[in-house]
């Protein structure tokens, strides 16, 4: 009898944990028909696993990877999105292309040396350091055009805000992107400019006005994609350890002016 009961309550369990992940997604043009079995085991999992521990999870798993792409939009201005494309071989290898109507900017990044040019002039070149690629637990740095984080790995920075307890991730809907399910995480914090130290915080959630959302492959544990607020900055990652020709370039290069 009791194993009956203990049946039939676990059958009830997963039933409204499937139905509530089923919920509204923060990802645009996201789509939710992804089939019984998936939400079922989604809902088995979200019994056991923290959105933490998922995170660390998407980590671990992107510092396995040797190559991928990662494409930043941002849509926070009047006009046409500024479109930063990022392809990353580590450990020391990065292309970054930008644009924004009718101007264009390139970036390349190898080993000690960094390279930059805007449409068509010459290539500027520079110096660059570890901390400039996006590998391992180092988000990188962002592009030289960058309005906010574009171009840096933003999957690391939540991470590290959510082990240092400064963000709080709450699972949201088992969706799919371009074909693939992933489970979304929504990732809120408070803007460090505007935290008061000295501020009595009685509700931790009550200062926590930003918010991100992270969806992470079900399958690969890989990010698919990460979107601030409502949209205004989407960064989507694609082509996990496919080939990146990455080389320097060796025509119109000048030393940068320090």
Same mark, same amino acid.
């Given at each position: ?10 059958? #009830? %369990? ?9 919920? !509204?997604?923060?990802? $645009?043009? @996201?789509?939710?028909?992804? =089939? ?91 110096? #660059? %350091? ?9 988000? !990188?740095?962002?592009? $030289?055009? @960058?309005?906010?984080?574009? =171009? ?107």
């Amino acid at each position: 009898m009791k194993k009956k009961l203990l049946s039939i309550t676990f059958l #009830a %369990t997963l039933t409204l944990l499937t139905a509530c992940n089923r919920q !509204g997604s923060a990802f $645009p043009n @996201a789509s939710f028909d992804v =089939g019984l079995f998936p939400r079922t085991w989604a809902s088995v999992r979200a019994i056991f696993v923290t959105g933490k521990a998922e995170i660390h999870q998407a980590v671990v798993a992107k510092n396995a990877a040797k190559t991928w792409r990662m494409k930043t939009e941002m849509r926070m201005h009047p006009g046409e999105p500024l479109v930063t494309t990022a392809e990353v071989a580590c450990p020391d290898h990065e292309h970054m292309t930008g644009k924004l109507g009718s101007s264009h900017y390139e970036a390349v990044r190898i080993g000690p040396d960094s390279y930059v040019k805007s449409r068509d002039e010459a290539w500027q070149k520079s110096t #660059a %350091t570890p901390d400039f690629y996006p590998c391992g637990d180092n988000p !990188g740095t962002r592009a $030289p055009w @960058a309005m906010l984080n574009e =171009g840096r790995d933003v999957t690391v920075i939540l991470s590290k805000l959510v082990d240092e307890g400064n963000a709080i991730p709450i699972r949201g809907p088992l969706i799919k992107i371009d074909g693939q399910t992933c489970q979304e995480w929504r990732v809120q914090f408070s803007h460090p400019d505007k935290k008061d130290k000295n501020a009595p915080a009685p509700n931790p959630m009550a200062s926590r006005k930003m918010s991100y959302s992270i969806c992470i492959d079900t399958a690969t544990h890989l990010p698919l994609q990460v979107v601030m607020g409502t949209g205004g900055v989407m960064t989507t990652y694609s082509d996990w350890n496919e080939p990146m020709n990455i080389q320097a370039p060796t025509a119109d290069v000048e030393i940068a002016r320090q």
